[in-house]
């Protein structure tokens, strides 16, 4: 079933010469583990923003759920944000806060206002994100300020943080373009995992091809805005590839550990 | 020329206000000898009456104390509201600079008077004068640390859907509040100094003794309130530096 | 939290509330009346009296007026006191001294010395320009040695490489480093002197606080307006100009 579509999605940079995005048909269907590759510029980030509306489109339609959330604004918008989960390439964690409230802020579109300003959290709240740090193999660090943690740590902490939400849809932008390759396969491992056993659906911008064959159902291919190619992992192949990137393909695009 | 226009602009400046202000070197030296002996008539020191005044002292630092808190507290809303980082929409934080710029564009002595004026000849209106002062300057300098904060957390937090208060507590002031008892501290010793001086349009404190010997003529007096204040004064700033820089360290 | 940051957190804000007991301010049982006396009233601060509009802006004129020449003359002597209390240019005996003078002449206020000068020189503006000088002599001079302490000496090398003499090293390498920081640092003193040299007439020592002075002690509170308005202006024209030519010179 279609979870998210988008219906000749664009977006114009306010000054730019031309379009970032430029009409976009795409849909994403439940549970499936989507990576969307290109060349740097191409306009991966622009698409997932787009989708959660972290940038207002210029162009063509949004449906999330079956339902248009093209024009929402204010309550609304935030409502639909608090259903999907973001996960950035630098982990946008409070490095001043522990672990554990990180993983909770989460649940900041959720909760009452007043509550979670006064730090009150339920106890079934602080247990489920200290199951989440359990699962992801953060046990022990749950009380230590996020900033002293590794790179792979924070950013495993900021999936529990996504997760913690109970979102339909993950979107994650270069998730470990700042981790080593042994690293960037350990935390897509466990994004994978999570995903499936919770039937989320991930929507993954990634610049190492490799990285993209080996963990994705579907890879959406973009070049200068423009979507080449929408295909299942198993029908990609080198020239899919070379049709992106205009060139052979270099070992700069693959994360080989 | 273009290039020297700068310099030729305020040097015509210089010029304009030299004469304007009646700058005069042959006059200053000429005054030098009165000016000697108007400071020599304040020594010895008369430190007599220092102890009986004490209790003005104290009620200066408090002066001070409770209204760099009471500044700091109104400055965090203002500040929040200024900064486009944590407020997100442009006439409100238009409004709310022009605020915090407007009130450190009146001189603190004009606050003083307008709150004797208001409040009555006793320390409650210098404290509510110093609250402004002090809200003017803690505002600004944590608007400047709130418009230069990691935007990142800040954006997680608008994409999970966090309501605006929620931003700001999570996103906002962990990264803003480890400055709170650095600002406060730094204002403090400001305030001290300030606080000294309101006394003399009759806003409380220590002042107000120094504008009364003053009048008297008590000259020796007002020396020895003088030296006092700079020891508290120094005792207190060199205290005040050290929890700074512990804090800054920490 | 801590248990102990909670004992610090109660015993402060103990401290703060006995220091706060007689800072509430009440403006008693007049309070209404007296608020409108002093805002909307007849003659009150929201009223201004327009027929005040050239005294205010000539004040205004002898204030910004003391203020460039006092902020002026006082670079021309911190440049000097810098150089001699930077510790890279300097001796240790003589940038220690140098440095202690510096920070006792930031100590004594500006409204004592402008006292001590209007015994020297008389009443009037002079007495403002010596006042405002002398006092900005201390925080500048500091300035200037931080400026120069920490110089890159990465160009200076460079000069000194190719054979250059002092005087080369120091017009080629070290000025250029030197003046826009110097600039912006003395504007920023400039933006703090505007403030100063409106109240310095409070005390007889020239510009528009003699004018502010009769009209608080005569509760002519609309010319107190006019005044603050004038104030407010300039002060707001002053920081913008001098906010620009700073960010141009960085
Ligand atoms: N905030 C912005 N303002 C203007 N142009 C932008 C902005 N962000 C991205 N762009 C432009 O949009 C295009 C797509 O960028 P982006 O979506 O970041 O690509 P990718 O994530 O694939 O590297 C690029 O040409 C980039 O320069
Ligand atoms: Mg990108």
Redesign the pocket.
């Known amino acids: 079933m279609s979870l998210l579509k988008t219906v000749g999605l664009g977006m114009t ?1 306010s000054g ?1 010469p031309q379009p ?1 995005l430029t009409s976009v048909n795409f849909e994403a269907n439940e549970g499936e583990f989507i990576a969307v590759v ?1 060349p ?7 698409f997932l923003r787009c989708l959660n509306q972290l940038i207002t489109p210029t162009e063509g339609q949004l449906f999330f759920e079956g339902e248009e959330t093209t024009h929402l604004k204010g309550e609304p918008l935030r409502h639909l944000r608090t259903r999907i989960g973001f996960i950035f390439q630098d982990y946008n964690l409070q490095g001043r806060l522990s672990v554990l409230q990180n993983v909770l802020t989460g649940l900041l579109g959720q909760r009452p206002a007043l509550q979670t300003t006064l730090g009150i959290w339920s106890k079934k709240d602080v247990e489920k994100a200290h199951w989440l740090l359990r699962d992801l193999g953060l046990s022990d660090q749950s009380q230590k300020r996020a900033d002293a943690l590794s790179g792979g740590q924070q950013q495993r902490v900021s999936i529990a943080r996504a997760l913690i939400q109970s979102p339909r849809l993950i979107l994650a932008d270069e998730p470990v373009a700042s981790l080593d390759p042994p690293t960037a396969h350990a935390v897509l491992k466990d994004l994978k995992r999570v995903a499936k056993e919770e039937g989320i659906t991930v929507l993954i ?1 990634l610049h190492h091809i490799d990285l993209a064959l080996e963990y994705a159902d579907r890879i959406l291919g973009l070049r200068d ?1 423009v979507k080449v190619w929408d295909q299942p992992t198993s029908e990609t192949s080198e020239s899919s590839f070379t049709e992106i990137y205009g060139r052979n393909l270099k070992a700069d695009d693959l994360a080989k550990e | 020329m273009r290039k020297h226009l700068p310099l030729l602009t305020f040097l015509g400046l210089f010029i304009w206000a030299s004469l304007g202000t009646g700058v005069s070197l042959p006059k200053f030296v000429e005054g030098l000898g009165d000016m000697g002996r108007f400071v020599k008539e304040m020594f010895p020191a008369d430190f007599s009456e220092v102890s009986a005044v004490w209790p003005d002292f104290v009620l200066t630092l408090r002066m001070a104390w409770v209204s760099t808190l009471v500044g700091a507290l109104l400055a965090y809303p203002f500040a929040l509201l200024a900064a486009g980082t944590t407020t997100t929409w442009k006439s409100i934080n238009g409004l709310f600079r022009l605020l915090l710029n407007g009130v450190r564009t009146v001189p603190d002595l004009l606050l003083a008077s307008l709150a004797v004026a208001l409040f009555g000849a006793n320390p409650s209106a210098g404290a509510v004068a110093l609250t402004l002062f002090s809200m003017g300057i803690i505002g600004k300098l944590l608007f400047e640390t709130l418009e230069s904060i990691d935007q990142g957390p800040l954006e997680a937090m608008t994409a999970l859907g966090a309501p605006w208060i929620a931003r700001l507590r999570y996103g906002a002031l962990p990264l803003a509040l480890p400055q709170f008892l650095t600002y406060c501290l730094y204002v403090f010793e400001i305030n001290i100094r300030v606080a000294a001086i309101v006394g003399l349009v009759g806003a409380g404190g220590i002042g107000v003794w120094m504008n009364i010997n003053f009048d008297l003529g008590q000259y020796q007096k007002v020396a020895a309130l003088l030296v006092t204040l700079f020891l508290v004064v120094t005792v207190i700033d060199a205290v005040s530096t050290r929890i700074r820089k512990a804090l800054a360290q920490a | 939290m801590t248990k102990r940051s909670w004992w610090f957190w109660l015993v402060g804000l103990g401290a703060t509330l006995w220091a706060a007991r007689d800072m509430v301010p009440s403006t008693g049982e007049k309070g209404e009346e007296m608020a409108n006396a002093l805002f909307w009233g007849e003659r009150g601060l929201f009223r201004p009296d327009w027929d005040l509009l050239s005294p205010v802006a000539s004040g205004l004129t002898e204030s910004l007026q003391i203020a460039i020449v006092g902020t002026t003359i006082a670079g021309l002597f911190a440049l000097l006191l810098g150089m001699v209390a930077a510790e890279n240019i300097s001796t240790p005996a003589l940038s220690i001294p140098t440095k202690a003078l510096l920070s006792a002449i930031r100590t004594l206020p500006e409204l004592l010395m402008a006292i001590i000068f209007i015994v020297g020189v008389g009443p009037g503006p002079f007495a403002g320009v010596l006042a405002l000088g002398f006092h900005s002599i201390g925080t500048l001079g500091k300035l200037t040695a931080e400026i120069l302490e920490s110089l890159n000496t990465k160009p200076m090398e460079a000069v000194v490489a190719v054979g250059g003499r002092r005087v080369s090293i120091f017009r080629y390498a070290a000025w250029p480093q030197v003046l826009p920081e110097f600039l912006s640092v003395l504007l920023y003193r400039f933006e703090i002197n505007i403030r100063a040299a409106s109240i310095l007439g409070m005390v007889g020592a020239g510009g528009i606080g003699k004018t502010l002075m009769f009209a608080i002690n005569a509760r002519s509170w609309d010319r107190v307006g006019t005044i603050l308005v004038g104030i407010v202006v300039v002060v707001a024209v002053v920081d913008n100009i001098s906010a620009r030519v700073r960010a141009k010179l960085v």
């Open positions: 940079y730019a970032a290109g740097s510029g191409a306009g991966k980030s622009t911008n805005g």
